[in-house]
């Protein structure tokens, strides 16, 4: 492994890992200010011109805030679990491909940490992995609401997996591979998946919505019946970690759907911009294409928790196990007997 | 029983229908509901910016007025403290000098005048008592402060500024 390859992984790492904390950061901002502009308000306004320095402000504040650890909590578990939760939802972006090879003085640079031939798989495993943080943090928390929001974390996230895996199994009958790079290349200009697996791409984007804790699926942060959920007893910046990392999640969610659904850095027209704005330039729209789609996503997560009230936990598990779970069997099945009559024929 | 009133409304709960079940039918119009919000005009008003106007009716600061002299109206009566539910007002009396002629209207004038805007509650009654027209709550907000001290507000902030004599 000689140092150029070592100096560009690390550059790339360091960039993704930046953009994902900006992001994240301004996710925060825009959720206010959309959560405002839907409700016919304003949102914050005063940090800054149209209030852009307020994610420092509240990141100032936060690390300014008493930092409150319970007597009666098991301190080692209680200051890992926000770590933990932070790290999970960082290390989702290792294999997501955030463009074509990119041509720099010569060099071909792929735009993607590492290319594994089971990131479909290694996905997953991160997002499962994600809900140890949640879990940890509200069992050392000592605390019954804490523990009780850690349950519910815990058995949302087992019962929307198996939907989203069965749903992600119908996509790849149809790709035939587990490579993320694969799988964005197969959808080159319009062929993006969604126009071929519909109702698998929306089984996804619901489990994605649990697996994330986001609105309508937020049972774990419910105010009205847990105080705050699994970081109640949390205060200062091990707060902002938890808070911090639902965002990254949303970002890294948003980021796997765009890529296996909606053509990750693909768009129309994408030959013709190849081949006239040459190939270090070329990738570079496809990537800011990337983004725009990943932004278009955030926006749909905040849209929709700003519309849809809170499902019940039997509902939860009615829509989980009776719902998607039957619907994203049907839909390999009809998958299946597609393919098969294509093939035959 | 049949209800007099025929106000009477029968609640029935029908299980949901499959479309309901399905909640996206539902789901999609309650997000065409939010994002028409997004186009909306803002009710929000940029406080210190701008202030959102008064009715005419309004009552914030009072003032104590003078005539067209420029000469204190008030003459320490104290039925404007009498009249305060809040307890809020309070006052010393003192004699007019001859030289203070030009100061005050009549011989009797208040020496100190104080309204204690954290009792106050603004319901204008001291308007209604005063029988020399003196007090009037026509001016604005009363600002937020600090200490309780400062929201005690003499004659200094209250008396209105004196008349500007036109040659």
Not at chain 1, 11 to 32: N, P, Q
Not at chain 1, 180 to 197: A, M, T
Not at chain 1, 280 to 302: D, S, Y
Request: proline residues 5%.
């Amino acid at each position: 492994m000689d140092s150029a390859f070592v100096i560009e992984k690390f550059i790339l790492v360091a960039v993704i890992f930046g953009i994902s904390l900006v992001i994240a950061m301004y996710s925060t901002y825009a959720e206010r200010k959309v959560a405002a502009y839907l409700q016919d308000r304003l949102g914050p306004d005063r940090a800054g011109p149209f209030g852009i320095l307020q994610p420092l402000a509240d990141g100032v504040k936060m690390f300014m805030k008493e930092e409150i650890i319970p007597t009666t909590s098991n301190r080692f578990l209680f200051v890992a679990g926000p770590g933990l939760a932070l790290l999970c939802a960082c290390i989702g972006t290792a294999v997501i491909p955030w463009g074509s090879p990119i041509e720099i003085g010569g060099k071909t640079i792929p735009l993607q940490v590492s290319d594994i031939n089971v990131g479909v798989l290694y996905i997953f495993g991160v997002v499962s992995l994600g809900v140890y943080g949640v879990m940890i943090g509200g069992w050392a928390s000592n605390n019954k609401y804490s523990l009780l929001s850690a349950i519910r974390a815990a058995s949302q996230n087992i019962s929307y997996e198996i939907a989203m895996g069965l749903s992600i199994i119908a996509l790849l009958l149809m790709t035939n591979t587990l490579s993320l790079k694969e799988i964005v290349d197969q959808q080159h200009g319009w062929r993006w998946n969604v126009l071929y697996q519909p109702l698998g791409f929306l089984i996804f984007m619901v489990c994605s919505f649990a697996e994330t804790n986001r609105a309508p699926f937020d049972l774990p942060e419910c105010e009205t019946e847990l105080i705050g959920g699994y970081h109640t007893e949390y205060s200062s910046m091990k707060l902002g970690f938890y808070l911090f990392a639902e965002y990254i999640n949303m970002f890294v969610s948003s980021a796997v759907m765009a890529a296996l659904y909606w053509g990750g850095y693909n768009y129309p027209g994408m030959d013709y911009v190849a081949a006239h704005l040459g190939p270090t330039w070329a990738p570079l729209i496809g990537t800011g294409v990337f983004f725009l789609k990943i932004v278009l996503f955030i926006f749909f997560f905040m849209w929709v928790r700003w519309t849809i009230p809170r499902f019940r936990y039997d509902q939860l598990m009615n829509l989980g196990w009776k719902g998607l779970i039957p619907l994203a069997i049907a839909n390999i099945i009809i998958t299946g007997v597609v393919i098969a009559i294509i093939e035959k024929f | 029983m049949e209800s007099l009133s025929n106000k009477k409304k029968v609640l029935e709960q029908k299980p949901l229908s499959f479309m309901e079940r399905m909640y996206l039918p539902a789901i999609a119009k309650g997000m065409g509901i939010t994002i028409s919000h997004l186009f909306k005009k803002e009710a929000t008003v940029r406080y210190p910016e701008v202030e959102r106007e008064f009715s005419t009716n309004f009552r914030g600061m009072h003032s104590l007025k003078r005539d067209e002299n420029g000469k204190e109206r008030c003459t320490a009566c104290g039925l404007c403290a009498l009249s305060c539910p809040a307890e809020a007002i309070t006052m010393i009396a003192a004699e007019r000098k001859p030289e203070e002629k030009h100061l005050y209207r009549e011989e009797k004038y208040a020496a100190t005048y104080e309204i204690n805007m954290l009792r106050c509650i603004f319901c204008g009654l001291c308007e209604e008592a005063c029988p020399k027209e003196a007090i009037y709550l026509d001016g604005p907000i009363v600002p937020a402060d600090y200490l309780r001290k400062d929201f005690i507000y003499g004659k200094d902030k209250l008396v209105e500024a004196p008349l500007e004599i036109k040659k």
